[in-house]
């Protein structure tokens, strides 16, 4: 998709279809207002006869406005005036890129950004656009035979952006370009099938950002790297895989020599079957998507990288399969960190804190401004939160609250979970420093109580996307989240 700033009246530009927003009880926006009055009262007549109200999810095209220079128009029902939110605004743009992917245009002019939204400026509505625009075109059709995509998709989008002046709104459109090329790919890599996506195809998709971005620098860590340096933990989780564990580290060197960077750890469990304490059959596919932090961590830096952002970000991702075999890890084991710390592994299922304990201990060695580390954790978190936040716990205060509002802005929300002392005595054991598990209670508290154990030498934030990276059911997939957060945490 190409986008660009348009500044034209809405009736005289030459384009596939124009979009307008229309509101509740048949409120034209100021676009539309311009609209009506140049083509003589076509959108009113048009809501005099009952085609449109401007309910929130309604969309109406009309084919050849008469008084019109553009083929099409599309109106996008956005409910109540005052009333229009961040979360309706981003509904109303996916809804039009719906329709104009599906209705044979291959370029449009949307005026959508014009409609005020809170207190958001142009910069804000043109990136969140671009942003949903590009989200809802993507398609995970990549191994099927036969594509479905519409025959003339759309191609070229004009955004006109209220009168604003073109520099921020051109630069709202670079920013959410490089965004949504980092949310495809954590969708891209998220929606593979886990015969094709494994610890060394992730390996080789961090090869090829080192080979395309030349501030980029990558290294992939074999299993007897990671013997030498004590990773009893990660490899613990590994044994039962013929597929061997990866830790893939990569350097954007986009800050001055010496500038601390901000470390993003991403859990990278191409399939989890849980081990030996075997998980349960049904959507037992979905644990594909056990390795969508690392999958976000791919989507981060390569969005810094095209944004050549100033600053210095690494990103580590331990990389395993999770299996059951006749060597795998067994309820009871008991493994030794790369930070000394003995763990009683009381269920295999927990894994991925083991490779992230690990990783984390490593990222010490690059001096970090501050670590977050990115997972999909916990079926808790989703019990506690379901589909719509990532948790988010951490040692460092105002690392929270930055993070909480660049969720707020960026529309990829957080929710901050307490992590007090009072939880890390249930995981407690008779035999090791601590279990890897902390019984029912507070299960996405005591996973972040487990890896706050080896974050204590920097500031550090956890973030539990399980519920929050992939959709099940009929729209199943990857999403991409929360690589919109972390790029607008690091910008």
Same mark, same amino acid.
């Given at each position: 998709?190409?986008?660009?700033?348009?500044?034209?009246?809405?009736?005289?530009?030459?384009?596939?279809?124009?979009?307008?927003?229309?509101?509740?009880?048949?409120?034209?926006?100021?676009?539309?207002?311009?609209?009506?009055?140049?083509?003589?009262?076509?959108?009113?007549?048009?809501?005099?006869?009952?085609?449109?109200?401007?309910?929130?999810?309604?969309?109406?095209?009309?084919?050849?406005?008469?008084?019109?220079?553009?083929?099409?128009?599309?109106?996008?029902?956005? !409910?109540?005036?005052?009333?229009?939110?961040? =979360?309706?605004?981003?509904?109303?743009? +996916?809804? @039009? %890129? /719906? &329709?104009?992917?599906?209705?044979?245009?291959?370029?449009?002019?949307?005026?959508?950004?014009?409609?005020?939204?809170?207190?958001?400026?142009?910069?804000?509505?043109?990136?969140?656009?671009?942003?949903?625009?590009?989200?809802?075109?993507?398609?995970?059709?990549?191994?099927?035979?036969?594509?479905?995509?519409?025959?003339?998709?759309?191609?070229?989008?004009?955004?006109?952006?209220? !009168?604003?002046?073109?520099?921020?709104?051109? =630069?709202?459109?670079?920013?959410?370009? +490089?965004? @949504? %090329? /980092? &949310?495809?790919?954590?969708?891209?890599?998220?929606?593979?099938?886990?015969?094709?996506?494994?610890?060394?195809?992730?390996?080789?998709?961090?090869?090829?950002?080192?080979?395309?971005?030349?501030?980029?620098?990558?290294?992939?860590?074999?299993?007897?790297?990671?013997?030498?340096?004590?990773?009893?933990?990660?490899?613990?989780?590994?044994?039962?895989?013929?597929?061997?564990?990866?830790?893939?580290?990569?350097?954007?060197?986009?800050?001055?020599?010496?500038?601390?960077?901000?470390?993003l750890v991403g859990k990278g469990v191409t399939f989890d079957s849980g081990g030996i304490s075997i998980k349960p059959g049904a959507a037992m596919d979905e644990m594909k998507y056990d390795m969508c932090?690392?999958?976000?961590?791919?989507?981060?830096?390569?969005?810094?990288?095209?944004?050549?952002?100033?600053?210095?970000?690494?990103?580590?991702?331990?990389?395993?399969?999770?299996?059951?075999?006749?060597?795998?890890?067994?309820?009871?084991?008991?493994?030794?960190?790369?930070?000394?710390?003995?763990?009683?592994?009381?269920?295999?299922?927990?894994?991925?804190?083991?490779?992230?304990?690990?990783?984390?201990?490593?990222?010490?060695?690059?001096?970090?401004?501050?670590?977050?580390?990115?997972?999909?954790?916990?079926?808790?978190?989703?019990?506690?939160?379901?589909?719509?936040?990532?948790?988010?716990?951490?040692?460092?205060?105002?690392?929270?609250?930055?993070?909480?509002?660049?969720?707020?802005?960026?529309?990829?929300?957080?929710?901050?979970?307490?992590?007090?002392?009072?939880?890390?005595?249930?995981?407690?054991?008779?035999?090791?420093?601590?279990?890897?598990?902390?019984?029912?209670?507070?299960?996405?508290?005591?996973?972040?109580?487990?890896?706050?154990?080896?974050?204590?030498?920097?500031?550090?934030?956890?973030?539990?996307?399980?519920?929050?990276?992939?959709?099940?059911?009929?729209?199943?997939?990857?999403?991409?989240?929360?690589?919109?957060?972390?790029?607008?945490?690091?910008?």
């Open positions: 998709m190409k986008f660009t700033v348009k500044n034209e009246k809405p009736a005289a530009v030459k384009t596939g279809c124009v979009v307008l927003a229309i509101f509740e009880k048949r409120k034209l926006s100021a676009a539309a207002e311009q609209f009506d009055k140049t083509t003589r009262g076509l959108l009113t007549n048009l809501m005099r006869n009952g085609d449109m109200d401007g309910k929130s999810g309604q969309t109406l095209l009309i084919p050849d406005p008469a008084g019109a220079k553009c083929d099409r128009v599309l109106l996008v029902g956005c !409910g109540k005036a005052g009333e229009f939110s961040d =979360q309706d605004y981003r509904a109303a743009v +996916a809804g @039009a %890129a /719906g &329709v104009l992917d599906r209705c044979g245009t291959t370029d449009a002019v949307s005026y959508l950004a014009d409609v005020d939204v809170g207190d958001h400026g142009a910069y804000w509505k043109v990136r969140q656009l671009v942003e949903v625009t590009s989200g809802a075109l993507y398609i995970p059709d990549a191994h099927k035979s036969k594509r479905n995509r519409p025959a003339k998709p759309l191609r070229r989008m004009g955004i006109n952006a209220g !009168g604003a002046k073109t520099k921020p709104a051109q =630069q709202a459109i670079t920013d959410g370009m +490089a965004i @949504a %090329a /980092g &949310v495809e790919l954590a969708r891209t890599l998220g929606d593979l099938p886990p015969n094709i996506c494994s610890p060394a195809y992730l390996a080789s998709q961090a090869r090829s950002l080192g080979r395309d971005y030349p501030k980029i620098r990558t290294s992939v860590m074999e299993e007897a790297g990671m013997r030498k340096l004590g990773m009893g933990a990660l490899l613990s989780v590994s044994r039962g895989s013929r597929q061997p564990a990866k830790l893939i580290s990569l350097q954007y060197s986009g800050g001055k020599r010496g500038d601390k960077p901000v470390v932090g690392a999958a976000s961590v791919l989507g981060v830096v390569t969005a810094c990288a095209e944004l050549l952002l100033p600053i210095n970000v690494v990103g580590i991702i331990p990389t395993v399969e999770n299996m059951p075999d006749g060597i795998a890890s067994k309820p009871g084991d008991i493994v030794t960190s790369m930070s000394g710390q003995t763990i009683e592994i009381l269920n295999t299922d927990a894994e991925g804190r083991l490779i992230l304990c690990d990783a984390l201990t490593y990222a010490e060695k690059f001096d970090p401004e501050v670590v977050i580390d990115i997972a999909t954790l916990t079926g808790a978190v989703i019990v506690a939160l379901g589909s719509h936040p990532a948790g988010l716990l951490g040692n460092h205060k105002p690392l929270i609250h930055d993070l909480l509002k660049a969720g707020k802005n960026s529309g990829d929300r957080c929710w901050e979970l307490p992590l007090w002392d009072d939880y890390q005595e249930q995981l407690d054991s008779n035999f090791a420093d601590m279990a890897n598990i902390g019984g029912k209670g507070a299960g996405t508290i005591t996973a972040a109580c487990f890896l706050s154990r080896f974050t204590r030498k920097f500031h550090w934030a956890h973030l539990d996307i399980a519920g929050v990276a992939w959709k099940s059911g009929k729209e199943k997939g990857a999403t991409g989240r929360p690589v919109s957060l972390l790029v607008q945490y690091i910008i």
